[in-house]
């Protein structure tokens, strides 16, 4: 049974051929199923746009409102359409994305072909994640967050707000971004967020802290447990509290020839 909101003026709702929509799902404002989807059960969309193959698994939600925050006015989301004066719908996933059970993805995200969102995960307003990309069970992505092409971001991973990930970095379970120094929450000092830089193809070992405004170099590689307090050069290998160089990344652990082709890099 699919619901959808009736006092919405001028809404459209698209749905393309040979879709698989299950029980409950509610569709809101303008909506575009693409060819060959599936829609799991009680699954809840808003202002969305899905192109063809794509899968939302049961119990996800895509287009969770921008509420006011405690301390701050959020920016309005929205994702606009090849018309630059028209905004049709505020969330876009391309083709072939699988979206797992118990997604919610706020709107104003824009997610591009072939990615993985898995369990539980959450996508904070004004993400932008393109293709061929993977997001771990129970991650959470908050707002303002730009991801790369062929990430890997593995499960239970914090990204904070701002934060600028580029493309084929692979980032371990359980690392935690920071962004906030100083921190100002009900102190007399200016909060000031800082997001991190993680540069093409770094990689980040499982529970890894990254401090605010800290930028890892390209093939950089963190070991596991590592605290980034500051920069780090480009295809070092660190590790410790605080991070420190143990030595050069041979090259055998640079990005793959075929991959660099692939891609143009």
């Given at each position: 049974m699919i619901m959808t909101n009736k006092n919405l003026d001028n809404e459209k709702i698209i749905i393309g051929k040979?879709?698989?929509?299950?029980?409950?799902?509610?569709?809101?404002?303008?909506?575009?199923?693409?060819?060959?989807?599936?829609?799991?059960?009680?699954?809840?969309?808003?202002?969305?746009?899905?192109?063809?193959?794509?899968?939302?698994?049961?119990?996800?939600?895509?287009?969770?409102?921008?509420?006011?925050?405690?301390?701050?006015e959020p920016k309005q989301s929205q994702?606009?359409?090849?018309?630059?004066?028209?905004?049709?719908?505020?969330?876009?996933?391309?083709?072939?994305?699988?979206?797992?059970?118990?997604?919610?993805i706020y709107l104003g995200v824009n997610i591009s072909d072939n990615c993985w969102i898995n369990h539980n995960a959450i996508i904070r307003e004004n993400v932008t994640i393109l293709e061929d990309t993977t997001i771990g069970s129970n991650t959470i992505c908050e707002n303002n967050v730009s991801i790369g092409k062929r990430c890997a971001i593995h499960n239970n991973t914090m990204v904070c707000a701002e934060t600028m990930i580029e493309s084929y970095v692979f980032i371990g379970p359980g690392v935690t971004f920071t962004n906030n120094s100083p921190i100002g929450h009900l102190r007399n000092v200016p909060s000031t967020i800082r997001g991190a830089k993680l540069r093409l193809g770094c990689a980040i070992g499982?529970?890894?802290?990254?401090?605010?405004?800290?930028?890892?170099?390209?093939?950089?590689?963190?070991?596991?447990?590592?605290?980034?307090?500051?920069?780090?050069?480009?295809?070092?290998?660190?590790?410790?509290?605080?991070?420190?160089?143990?030595?050069?990344?041979?090259?055998?652990?640079?990005?793959?020839?075929?991959?660099?082709?692939?891609?143009?890099?």
């Open positions: 040979n879709c698989e929509i299950n029980d409950n799902v509610v569709l809101v404002g303008n909506i575009r199923i693409g060819n060959n989807c599936k829609i799991g059960n009680n699954v809840f969309l808003k202002s969305v746009s899905l192109d063809d193959n794509t899968t939302v698994e049961d119990n996800s939600v895509l287009g969770y409102g921008n509420i006011t925050g405690h301390y701050y994702v606009k359409d090849e018309n630059p004066n028209k905004v049709l719908y505020q969330i876009k996933i391309g083709k072939n994305v699988l979206i797992r059970t118990g997604v919610t499982g529970g890894v802290t990254i401090c605010p405004g800290v930028e890892i170099g390209h093939e950089a590689i963190i070991a596991a447990g590592a605290i980034v307090t500051k920069d780090i050069p480009p295809r070092i290998i660190v590790a410790g509290n605080p991070a420190k160089k143990i030595k050069d990344v041979d090259q055998q652990s640079f990005i793959k020839e075929d991959i660099r082709k692939q891609y143009g890099i």
